[in-house]
């Protein structure tokens, strides 16, 4: 009995923690997404919802992202508003980093 319990709990873990990984995974691409976005209208200075769609579109595609993927990833940070902040300091970082490269004199 004790060695069905360790097999079903073993099963259980191989199932769950690929999904585990593949939402982390998921939400470092969207947060390098987002982060571009942000960088992209600032450095553009348009902020009209034409021009926004049609970069959110193609950084959907460079990050290899679906629209369902997206809806996914946002539901999985739902789940608990400490993901989003992990999140948002994510992008915060990658913003930072951006920054403090054009910051940098040339070599």
């Known amino acids: 009995?004790?060695?069905?319990?360790?097999?079903?709990?073993?099963f259980s873990m191989a199932?769950?923690?690929?999904?585990?990984?593949?939402?982390?995974?998921n939400v470092s691409r969207m947060a390098k997404l987002?982060?571009?976005l942000v960088l992209l209208k600032e450095r553009t200075g348009v902020h009209s919802d034409?021009?926004?769609?049609?970069?959110?579109l193609a950084l959907l595609k460079k990050y290899h992202f679906t629209p369902e993927e997206c809806k996914n990833t946002?539901?999985?940070?739902?789940?608990?508003?400490?993901?989003?902040?992990?999140?948002?300091?994510?992008?915060?970082?990658y913003l930072e980093n951006a920054n403090k490269s054009?910051?940098?004199?040339?070599r």
């Open 1 to 10: 009995m004790k060695l069905y319990v360790h097999i079903l709990i073993l």
């Open 15 to 25: 199932l769950f923690l690929p999904h585990c990984h593949r939402h982390t995974s």
């Open 34 to 36: 987002y982060a571009e």
């Open 50 to 56: 034409s021009v926004s769609a049609d970069s959110s």
């Open 74 to 93: 946002i539901q999985y940070l739902n789940q608990n508003p400490e993901k989003w902040i992990l999140f948002y300091r994510e992008v915060s970082s």
């Open 102 to 106: 054009e910051e940098a004199p040339p």
